[in-house]
């Protein structure tokens, strides 16, 4: 066997994004087995992200990338719980929107078996897309093989920078509380992946395929949210083909 060997995060907590993909790895096997702890688990995990996020005056939202009180959001000196830093400096980073995605489907997946999440939930990230995230740029040359660099939504959550454009795929199944979402999603993709020789395959391919299925279920991106199951995952890598 061999030994287990420490990462950078061994002994950490786990981010909210890692705990939303967990969430719906424990929705999907509740889901094909009726097994009941898998449900619990999974109303477990939504609760305590949800806990995380800051629901604003204006009507959208915010959470960090790390759990408030977290060894990584505090930052630790001198502490063992993770034996390749003796000390590291507090991360109060907000999330940001390649991460904040996988958030999102588990947000959308458990609202539709009436876990924990509400539409008002989802409305306020659509209004967080619309009023902070959509901030194109210029758009004469997009063809870069930095996924980091972004032409069209902003970094994080707050608004900041540009990244990530491929992101916006997960936002356009928000369309049923606003429209415009699709499109502008839509617009995205068009520019920036219909040329695959602009992009870094072996870095978001992945995640600019199932991008690519989720828009091309004409329509039915948003009648999506209201579906008895989520979509298996390998289904949208079907619709695509």
């Known amino acids: 066997m061999v030994p287990f060997k420490p990462c950078c995060t061994s002994?950490?907590?786990v981010p909210y994004n890692g705990l939303s993909a967990n969430g719906r790895f424990f929705l999907w096997l509740y889901r094909d087995t009726g097994n009941v702890r898998y449900l619990e688990i999974a109303t477990s995990l939504a609760k305590y992200v949800r806990a995380g996020m800051s629901f604003l005056p204006d009507g959208t939202m915010a959470m960090p990338y790390w759990p408030a009180g977290s060894l990584p959001y505090t930052g630790w000196n001198n502490n063992t719980a993770n034996r390749l830093y003796s000390q590291s400096a507090p991360n109060?980073?907000?999330?940001?929107?390649?991460?904040?995605?996988?958030?999102?489907?588990f947000m959308i997946?458990?609202?539709?078996?009436?876990?924990?999440?509400r539409d008002e939930?989802?409305?306020?990230?659509?209004?967080?897309?619309?009023?902070?995230l959509w901030?194109?740029?210029?758009?004469?040359?997009v063809c870069e093989l930095d996924p980091s660099k972004g032409f069209?939504?902003?970094?994080?959550?707050?608004g900041k920078g540009r990244a990530y454009d491929y992101a916006?795929?997960?936002?356009?199944l928000l369309s049923r509380y606003d429209p415009s979402i699709r499109s502008r999603a839509c617009m995205v993709y068009l520019a920036r992946y219909k040329n695959m020789e602009c992009n870094d395959i072996d870095s978001v391919g992945g995640q600019i395929l199932q991008g690519w299925s989720i828009l091309s279920i004409e329509g039915r991106a948003a009648g999506s949210l209201v579906r008895e199951k989520p979509l298996h995952p390998l289904n949208q890598i079907i619709s695509s083909r």
């Open 92 to 105: 109060s980073a907000v999330e940001d929107v390649s991460h904040f995605s996988q958030t999102l489907h």
């Open 152 to 158: 069209y939504l902003a970094h994080g959550l707050d």
């Open 11 to 13: 002994g950490l907590s």
């Open 121 to 132: 939930d989802l409305m306020a990230v659509a209004r967080t897309f619309v009023q902070r």
């Open 109 to 117: 997946e458990a609202r539709q078996m009436g876990v924990v999440f």
């Open 168 to 172: 916006s795929s997960a936002f356009a």
């Open 135 to 141: 901030k194109p740029g210029r758009t004469d040359n």
